[in-house]
């Protein structure tokens, strides 16, 4: 097994340290697990995609402006 080294805030720092109990070197593993699978699982899904980038780019656009329209309608 590898090591690596990571950079993390003074004060989680402290916060992780208020809880020796736990093996946060598994947690970290876990978490990179869990991320890396939701990765591969949406670049699986692009590549049997047929939209091309432009097509995905006005997708994102319509779904912005509707999700903005609604926020409005919500506020007033």
């Known amino acids: 097994m590898v090591n690596i ?4 805030p003074d004060a ?3 916060r992780l340290q208020n809880h020796k109990e736990v093996n ?3 947690v970290t593993r ?4 869990e991320y890396l699978k939701r990765i591969e ?3 699986a899904i692009a590549q049997k995609s047929k939209l ?3 097509d995905a780019e006005e997708l994102a656009k319509k779904i912005k ?3 903005a329209r609604r926020h409005d309608l919500i506020k007033g």
């Open 5 to 8: 080294t990571l950079a993390i």
């Open 12 to 14: 989680l720092k402290e």
């Open 24 to 26: 946060w070197s598994a």
């Open 30 to 33: 876990m978490a990179l697990e």
């Open 41 to 43: 699982m949406v670049e």
């Open 52 to 54: 091309t980038k432009k």
């Open 65 to 67: 402006r509707e999700m």
